[in-house]
């Protein structure tokens, strides 16, 4: 049984809820990393041994439970819109924790593995059926940086004009920026056929994610040895990832989101976390 990765994955999971509740003083935080340390760690672990479904099952657990219990029922907005306003505020809780743990800080460990196994938005693009993209990838990736800033400018719009409610309007900005993602997410999927369309190429959240995510210690590689160059791997790729080569630099490297569908399809045990 291969234990490596997963134990990693909960170990860091810990640590990281250890030093954010020294920090706070809150131990909501234990509870909450804790549970998704270990929701992540079971789904790796699940996967590297043969599991085949375990990520979806991960990405439910996590996934609602960031979109419904934090977002829906407590009001926090854990969109990027409230990253920034929540750093606006100076608040050092919610989004802001959340983004730096999985999206800014945290890929220095495990790369893109939020996008693999913890989006509610990928979770459900993720169940369509065109899991392995049909057509070569576009160029449309600048749309993402585009929403970035689109976000960015908005939310320091309404501190500049001194807006009101603005507690309540980040909430619904949560609800209706959720309904528009999947309704982006689900049509590109199905347009340009590839469940992934939406992260490749509108995902504003990839902004960070790409930065950091290329010096991941967590990465899967390849045994040129072993290898016998049957393309397999690339040809089940959903971020169209090039698996052949070891190298940070290797083509749409910062995409991969450790689904490990291209070590499950390696026949020659060529590819490993």
């Not at 234990?30 to 590297?48: E, M, P």
């Not at 743990?101 to 790369?111: D, N, S, W």
Request: hydrophobic fraction near 50%.
């Amino acid at each position: 049984m291969k234990i490596k990765a997963p134990l990693t994955i909960f170990l860091i999971f810990i640590l990281i809820a250890l030093i954010i509740y020294f920090v706070s003083g809150n131990d909501f935080y234990i509870y909450n990393f804790t549970y998704i340390g270990a929701a992540l760690a079971i789904g790796i672990g699940l996967l590297v041994n043969g599991y085949s479904y375990g990520r979806n099952v991960v990405m439910f657990g996590v996934g609602c439970y960031l979109l419904i219990f934090l977002g829906i029922i407590n009001h926090e907005n854990m969109l990027i819109s409230g990253f920034w306003y929540y750093l606006f505020l100076g608040v050092f809780e919610a989004a802001v924790i959340h983004y730096l743990v999985a999206k800014i800080l945290g890929p220095l460990f495990f790369g893109r593995g939020w996008c693999g196994y913890a989006c509610w938005t990928a979770m459900v693009l993720d169940l369509l059926p065109y899991k392995v993209p049909q057509n070569p990838r576009k160029n449309f990736g600048y749309v993402r940086y585009i929403l970035f800033v689109a976000i960015l400018c908005f939310v320091s719009g309404l501190f500049l004009f001194k807006v009101s409610n603005l507690e309540m309007i980040m909430y619904y900005i949560f609800i209706i920026g959720n309904i528009i993602y999947y309704v982006v997410g689900i049509s590109l999927a199905f347009v340009l056929k590839d469940n992934r369309a939406f992260c490749k190429y509108v995902c504003p959240i990839t902004v960070f994610l790409k930065a950091t995510s290329y010096f991941s210690y967590l990465r899967v590689t390849v045994d040129e040895e072993k290898c016998v160059n049957c393309n397999k791997c690339l040809n089940s790729c959903p971020m169209d990832v090039n698996m052949l080569n070891n190298s940070r630099k290797r083509e749409n490297g910062t995409e991969c989101i450790l689904c490990l569908e291209c070590v499950k399809n390696c026949k020659v045990n060529a590819l490993d976390l």
